[in-house]
């Protein structure tokens, strides 16, 4: 399978079939750019909807989606600004 794009003059390209179908991205799905030394690396970007699907095992069912969004949340806060809800670094 050819694996290969051409950058446009507004600098998209189109991921081929083959890998779209691979990691199942759809239109309108967001992706995630990592750059590195000499390669780019192109990820899914991750949803709430997927952090939220690994809380649904038998464990964690009662579980509400608001509880699972704070928890997401303050964590996020605390790794990218320092802090957590009560102001404690």
């Known amino acids: 399978m050819n694996n290969t794009s051409i950058f446009t003059t507004k600098g998209q390209v189109v991921i081929p ?4 179908d691979q990691f199942d991205l759809k239109p309108s799905d967001k992706v995630v750019f990592i750059p590195g030394k000499s390669s780019v ?7 709430l909807k997927d952090i939220r699907k690994l809380f649904a095992s ?13 928890v997401i949340q303050e964590s996020v806060v605390k790794k990218y600004l320092g ?7």
Do not use: F, P, Q, Y
């Open 17 to 20: 079939k083959n890998i779209r």
């Open 41 to 47: 690396v192109l990820r899914k970007a991750v949803t």
């Open 58 to 70: 038998k464990k964690t069912r009662t579980t509400s989606h608001e509880k699972i969004d704070v």
């Open 83 to 89: 802090k957590s809800k009560n102001g404690n670094t």
